[in-house]
């Protein structure tokens, strides 16, 4: 096994156990694939805009073997279940919801004209569900990379992540943008990818020395979330339409201020998040690049603001824990990071303040909400691969 992290390594031993007691033999190979965080760039990706997400030692785990008689079975250590169904015909299931992520990606390596095998698979996560940290993203990319070991289908890593995607847009029916597929896929260890989300190419931009990268769990677990995204989707596809663009994309800050006028306040508002926050990715990588960590963690703030007031998917939970981690010593910024309504912040601390860090926003935030937060340093690891 190569430099996995202490967690992933014991999951990998028990997913193993676990695939040898259900099926009697040792499994023929074991996925990991990360969860991410999104250092900067929200709700960008639909728009064809950049983002800045990195892979974080958070991971599914994934232990399978084939076997010859064209029956998938699928066992979730974490909700103690078990479902087995047959490969071909894929459908959504009301019942054991959580394999519609598996269901999905052997659906869509399928309308690619790929035969999948039957196969058997026991697999743990430890990236928290419903916190913004890509946990089915990461069920999927790790579904993928044992399916294309298993089958030897040879797909790269672009390839893959867009498969994915469209696993999750049209069979579980969340019209996400492609970054979550893509970091997860193709993220690199100690880096951050820039990802140009509309030639779906990228350049690898180190992480900033002397800090640490903290997630704050808000514990507040998003709701209504696919509704309200994909709402925003539409509004933002609406002033694209009405400012006559491809996409929010193709309008630079300045051309916008020509434009807003003409557009309703909603969809101004959410066009000025895109527009503005697009200009805050390229900044940031500017800024890494040359070490300047000030404004790299100005951009953060900023995004944060956008966020909450024009862009709306911010809520109590995650504005209280962004305000608490602004006061704190050795701060350079900290955002909410993924879809919003709930789940995580992201924050760039001092590596000498990061431990005291961890215990002040713990306890400043359980006073002011009531909820027991979960708090830690993450390190950038590499996308989704086969570990055994
Ligand atoms: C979710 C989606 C991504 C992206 C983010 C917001 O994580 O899956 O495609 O749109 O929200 O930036």
């Known amino acids: 096994m190569s430099s996995e992290n202490s967690a992933c390594a014991e999951m990998v031993e028990r997913t193993r156990r676990a695939y040898i007691q259900a099926y009697g033999k040792t499994p023929e190979l074991i996925v990991t694939a990360p969860g991410r965080v999104n250092l900067i760039g929200e709700h960008t990706d639909y728009n064809d805009g950049f983002v800045l997400p990195a892979a974080i030692d958070r991971q599914v785990v994934m232990a399978a073997g084939r076997r010859d008689d064209g029956q998938v079975g699928l066992r979730a250590l974490d909700f103690d279940d078990a479902v ?48 913004g940290l890509s946990s089915s993203a990461a069920i999927e990319l790790a579904t993928c990379q044992t399916l294309q070991k298993l089958a030897d289908i040879d797909l790269d890593g672009v390839t893959r992540a867009l498969l994915c995607q469209k ?84 309008i630079s800050p300045e051309q916008f201020t020509e434009y807003e006028l003409k557009l309703d306040t909603t969809v101004r508002k959410r066009c000025r998040h895109v527009i503005t926050e697009n200009q805050r990715v390229l900044d940031a990588v500017a800024a890494m690049r ?23 998917v911010s809520c109590t939970e995650l504005d209280i824990m962004t305000e608490i981690a602004w006061r704190q010593p050795g701060v350079l910024g900290a955002r909410m990071t993924g879809a919003g309504f709930g789940g995580c912040t992201v924050n760039l601390v001092e590596d000498e303040h990061a431990e005291a860090f961890l215990s002040q926003v713990s306890s400043a935030y359980q006073l002011a909400t009531g909820l027991q937060p979960d708090i830690y340093i993450c390190t950038a690891v590499e996308g989704a691969h086969q570990v055994v």
């Open 84 to 131: 087995e169904f047959h490969v071909a015909n894929q459908r959504r299931s009301t019942v054991s919801k959580w394999s519609n992520y598996q269901r999905a990606v052997i659906w869509a390596l399928q309308e690619a004209g790929y035969e999948v095998p039957g196969f058997n698979a026991v697999f743990t996560s430890d990236v928290p569900i419903g916190s």
């Open 167 to 250: 696993a999750e847009n049209e069979f579980v029916g969340m019209r996400c943008g492609i970054m979550d597929q893509y970091i997860i896929s193709l993220g690199q260890a100690q880096h951050a990818l820039l990802i140009d989300c509309r030639d779906l190419s990228y350049q690898a931009v180190p992480l900033p020395q002397g800090v640490k990268v903290v997630i704050c769990d808000t514990k507040k677990r998003r709701g209504l979330v696919d509704s309200a995204y994909n709402t925003r989707r539409a509004e933002c596809e609406a002033g694209a339409a009405a400012m006559g663009v491809k996409a929010l994309r193709d």
């Open 290 to 312: 040359v070490g300047d960590l000030t404004t790299l963690g100005r951009l953060l703030n900023e995004s944060h603001a956008s966020l909450r007031d024009d862009y709306e």
